[in-house]
């Protein structure tokens, strides 16, 4: 880049299930666009073509019988290509990227939810992820009976796919793993309370990336989402 570039700027929202991740970013992206900042909306896994059908294949459940190690296996891989692919480029050229899932997903669903030791998950996130980590993550937070109801209405497949089929038990510890994320790294993590209506989640948002990012979202600059 030249020195007269804007960094590029690496967000991710995370959540359970239903918590409203897609609809808020595409908010959060419109806003942004405002400012003339190329801003890049992607999701994990996938948001690569190669890391597209890893994806297919894991909702499906077909690493679900080899176990969480495997799956996080897969998941590394995509998003492996995914950040060669997409992320780095995009922010090595200043672009704003909005992702939908990063690593703290492994982190809750595979690690805490799934039974793998945190040390095991972390070395792949170190190999995986290096340098690449996000200037700020918002983590959705709902209680995971309203996240499943809400998944089950907005479904467009016959049944849930291979992670809103887990049980209640699961949910609530994957609620649990994220909440902990965010005790741990308030630099960079913003809890969003998600049960609220999406009018007022928007607003929670926009007011996290104003105080932890102004140079991206001032009062007043752009429109309302």
Same mark, same amino acid.
């Given at each position: 880049?030249?020195?007269t570039?804007?960094?590029?700027?690496f967000?991710t929202v995370? =959540?359970g299930e239903g918590a409203?991740k897609?609809?808020?970013?595409?908010?959060? *992206?419109?806003?942004?666009r405002?400012?003339?900042?190329?801003?890049?909306?992607?999701?994990e896994?996938g948001?690569?073509?190669?890391a597209?059908?890893?994806?297919t294949a894991?909702?499906a459940?077909? *690493?679900k019988? +080899? =176990? @969480?190690?495997a799956?996080?296996l897969?998941?590394?891989?995509a998003?492996?290509? +995914?950040l060669?692919?997409l992320?780095? %480029?995009a922010?090595a050229?200043g672009?704003?990227?909005?992702?939908?899932?990063f690593?703290d997903s492994?982190?809750?669903?595979?690690g805490?939810?799934?039974g793998i030791d945190?040390?095991?998950?972390?070395?792949? &996130?170190?190999?995986?992820v290096?340098?690449?980590?996000?200037?700020?993550?918002?983590i959705l937070d709902? @209680? %995971? &009976?309203?996240?499943?109801?809400?998944a089950r209405r907005?479904?467009?497949s016959?049944?849930?796919?291979r992670? &809103? *089929?887990e049980?209640l038990?699961f949910h609530?510890?994957?609620r649990e793993?994220?909440?902990a994320?965010?005790?741990q790294?308030?630099e960079?993590c913003v809890?969003?309370?998600?049960?609220?209506?999406p009018?007022?989640?928007?607003?929670?948002?926009? *007011?996290a990336?104003a =105080?932890?990012?102004?140079?991206?979202?001032? &009062?007043g +600059?752009g429109?309302a989402a």
């Amino acid at each position: 880049m030249s020195g007269t570039a804007q960094p590029g700027v690496f967000i991710t929202v995370e =959540g359970g299930e239903g918590a409203g991740k897609s609809t808020q970013i595409a908010r959060l *992206a419109e806003r942004l666009r405002a400012g003339d900042r190329e801003v890049i909306t992607t999701r994990e896994p996938g948001g690569s073509p190669r890391a597209e059908q890893i994806r297919t294949a894991l909702l499906a459940g077909a *690493a679900k019988d +080899h =176990g @969480p190690f495997a799956e996080a296996l897969l998941f590394s891989a995509a998003r492996l290509d +995914h950040l060669n692919t997409l992320i780095r %480029p995009a922010l090595a050229r200043g672009a704003v990227v909005l992702c939908d899932r990063f690593a703290d997903s492994t982190r809750a669903y595979q690690g805490a939810a799934g039974g793998i030791d945190p040390q095991e998950v972390a070395a792949l &996130e170190r190999v995986v992820v290096g340098p690449t980590r996000p200037d700020l993550t918002l983590i959705l937070d709902l @209680p %995971p &009976e309203l996240g499943l109801a809400r998944a089950r209405r907005r479904a467009s497949s016959p049944g849930p796919d291979r992670f &809103e *089929a887990e049980t209640l038990s699961f949910h609530q510890r994957l609620r649990e793993a994220f909440r902990a994320i965010a005790a741990q790294e308030p630099e960079r993590c913003v809890l969003i309370d998600a049960a609220a209506d999406p009018d007022a989640v928007a607003s929670a948002i926009r *007011a996290a990336v104003a =105080g932890r990012l102004p140079q991206l979202l001032r &009062e007043g +600059h752009g429109h309302a989402a």
